[in-house]
Nanobody
Framework: QVQLVESGGGLVQSGGSLTLSCAAV????????IAWFHQSPGKERAGLSCITSGGARALWGDAPEGRFAIARDSAKATVEFKVDRVRPSDPGTYYC?????????????????WGQGVQVTVSS
């Protein structure tokens, strides 16, 4: 059984950095993509960033401003997602999602497995 285990949520200071981690437990396929989605209270969930098993990266949303970074740690079998210059609009629930194909697309339907989500609160 595949499980996505997220960590790193909590209270973050506005202007600081946030690092989230996702571990795919029980998944051993060669081709995959792991993405991070964000849902603010009262809003729809939106894709932020993605990385494939081949190392290709995709940044969505605020990417043009250079706030997001995603990386894969093969030794730890985890994917880390970092948000710099945290804003008051960044609180909410962050979800890790896995697709069983090596392709990144900000479409929830492409992802077969989802984590429980981690809560992020931003203090001013």
């Amino acid at each position: 059984q595949v499980q996505l285990v997220e960590s790193g949520g909590g209270l973050v200071q506005s202007g600081g950095s946030l690092t989230l981690s996702c571990a795919a437990v029980g998944f051993a396929q060669e081709n995959f993509a792991i993405a991070w989605f964000h849902q603010s209270p009262g809003k729809e969930r939106a894709g932020l960033s993605c990385i494939t098993s081949g190392g290709a990266r995709a940044l969505w949303g605020d990417a043009p401003e250079g706030r997001f970074a995603i990386a894969r740690d093969s030794a730890k079998a985890t994917v880390e997602f970092k948000v710099d210059r945290v804003r008051p609009s960044d609180p909410g629930t962050y979800y890790c999602a896995l697709a069983t194909r090596r392709r990144c697309a900000p479409d929830e339907a492409q992802f077969q497995y989802w984590g429980q989500g981690v809560q992020v609160t931003v203090s001013s």
